[in-house]
């Protein structure tokens, strides 16, 4: 499935060993039938080590209006994933970040939303602390909520219907991991 389409709205397809297969518009890859491709998810730090969730926009084409991990995307072809982290920061959240750590290098999960569309990703979980203001992009994120490791944790357990499907798998993976471990985080009641 190559595609000679811009490389700044090309996603990487990946076989189901997780490596390179190919490229396809970013527009294309989601829907009934998704293949599985490369994308990123990072939760960001304030300076009293909260953990900024985010709603998703309405016009969003999958999970609108659904609680999530701080901002999400995919790395072009030939970009590394840090640098798609950083990137995405100053595109959904109008930020920079520091002190950016991967928590789940391998983290691969399916979902489908309610209305039918599949996500299918290779997708590794990173921690950064936001380095500045925040100014969400309005097609991106529809609201924007602090909350402490503990609240996140009381959400998951309480609520996963109101979340994200990654945002639940990837908390619980992270936990079970112990990967807060040696972050900010882990100090925090």
């Not at 994308?39 to 009293?48: G, I, K, P, Q, V």
């Not at 590394?80 to 789940?104: F, H, I």
């Not at 983290?107 to 939303?113: L, P, S």
Request: aromatic share 6%.
């Amino acid at each position: 499935m190559e595609d000679s389409a811009d490389p700044a709205d090309l996603v990487v397809l990946l076989d189901q060993d997780a490596r390179p297969s190919g490229t396809a518009p970013r527009t294309t890859v989601h829907d009934q039938h998704t293949p599985l491709h490369l994308a990123f998810s990072c939760y960001l730090l304030d300076d009293e080590d909260r953990v900024l969730l985010t709603r998703r926009a309405l016009e969003k084409r999958t999970w609108p209006g659904v609680w999530t991990n701080s901002f999400c995307g995919h790395p072009r072809p030939g970009e590394r994933v840090d640098d798609a982290v950083t990137r995405y920061a100053d595109r959904e959240l109008g930020t920079t970040v520091r002190d950016l750590r991967c928590l789940l290098p391998d983290f691969r999960y399916r979902a489908v939303d309610p209305s039918g569309v599949v996500e299918n990703e290779v997708c590794p979980v990173y921690l950064a602390r936001r380095n500045g203001p925040l100014t969400p992009a309005p097609a991106e994120v529809l609201e924007i909520r602090w909350v402490s490791l503990h609240d996140l944790r009381v959400a998951v357990m309480s609520a996963p219907w109101a979340l994200s499907p990654w945002l639940v798998s990837q908390v619980e993976e992270i936990e079970s991991a112990g990967s807060w471990e040696g972050t900010a985080l882990a100090a925090r009641p």
